[in-house]
């Protein structure tokens, strides 16, 4: 059943609540089934009275009290669509469309939700009490999606940070649990993920990390040291407009990990003692051996991952700055690749050339200080 709404008849119902009721027949408290009624600015109410419509779930009963099954006249309310008509609104269907053709139908509207979800949790959990206000969370983005440059993880550390200031709690959830709600709201969506990228999103700037094991169960997190930005060479990030889904090239080899694959396990002990050597060598600014353990990082993953599983387009990319003599290895699952060109502004001038003869995008990386304020330092362990 559906009933529209004029515009009188809204202004009508906007002096009078009580008149939904002609909508809605015996809709009120009376049902053990009510819950409020929201009266749209314009829109179409639809309602299954029909006996067979399925029940409520439990969670969603206003009273857990009630056994009594609704009347068979009105079984349930299925929903309510809202229109809002706005001067103000900067698009419509059209912009829609063309936004669902790029994007999908799974933005990051899902992931700011969750990141909600499971801050109250954490809040909840850990005695953080938050003053009962209402907010307006919207989020925008200029990260090339499914790049490789951890775009989602983005969205939901930078809602994280919103919640932190809104509830003004920052000097109460530490900095190094912070990854861990943002990777949690992710893997919620099935999203295959580690820690890595949301530590370098929460910290900012140049940070090793150490996952060990005994930190990991000890502490839940591993042991993260921030580092000076500016030991870093020239790098520059090469990623394709054709963009790749980091969930599938993920999912055998964390499968084979979680299954006590020999190869597996040892490949991926392997890089992570690339890193802790990579840490020594950008202390010690010798360029070479970092273009050499970045080579090394890549063909460790080509070999866990496979060909076929990396795709064409991204081996290209590594390929492509190889051929000018220049390091290179993936920033993530794929999409994109961070390079680094040893000989110098002559060996970066070929890239470009390359890049661009085979269609892909070069941009030089600038990486920003750390942006953790003087309360996140507070916060942090000795």
Known sequence: MGAFCSKEEIDRHRSDPSAWDSYIPNYGEGNPYYEPLLPPTYGLTYTDFSPSAPPYPE?????????????????????????????D?????????????????????????????HFYKHCKDNGINLRPENFTLSYDTNIPRQAGLSGSSAIVAAALGCLLDFYNVRHLIKVETRPNLILGAEKELGIVAGLQDRVAQVYGGLVYMDFSKEHMDKLGHGIYTPMDVTLLPPLHL?????????????????????????????????????????????????????????????????????????????????????????????????????????????????????????????????????????????????
């Not at 009290?65 to 068979?72: D, E, Q, V």
């Not at 900067?90 to 700011?112: D, M």
């Open 59 to 87: 969670d969603s009963h206003t009273d857990s009290s009630a056994t009594t099954s609704p009347s068979s006249t009105y079984d349930r309310l299925l929903c309510q669509i809202c229109f809002v008509n706005s001067k």
């Open 89 to 117: 609104t900067a698009f419509g269907c059209g912009h829609l469309s063309s936004r669902l053709r790029s994007e999908g139908y799974y933005g990051g509207v899902r992931l700011v939700l969750l990141i909600c979800k």
């Open 238 to 382: 090469i990623y394709a407009e054709n963009p790749s889904d980091s969930g599938k090239v993920h999912s055998t080899v964390w499968q084979r990990w979680h299954d006590g694959d020999e190869f597996i396990i040892s490949t991926m002990k392997e890089v992570a003692d690339i890193a802790a050597k990579g840490q020594s060598v950008i202390l010690q600014k010798n360029w070479r051996r970092l273009a050499e353990l970045m080579n090394r990082n890549f063909d460790l993953r080509r070999r866990m991952f496979g060909d076929k599983c990396l795709g064409d387009l991204n081996i290209e990319m590594v390929e492509v700055a190889r051929g000018v003599g220049a390091a290179s290895k993936f920033t993530g699952s794929g999409g994109a690749v961070v390079v680094f060109c040893p000989d110098g502004p002559s060996q970066v001038k070929r890239l470009g050339d390359k890049c661009r003869k085979a269609g892909f995008i070069i941009e030089p990386i600038q990486v920003v200080p750390s942006c953790l304020n003087d309360v996140d330092l507070q916060t942090l362990s000795k």
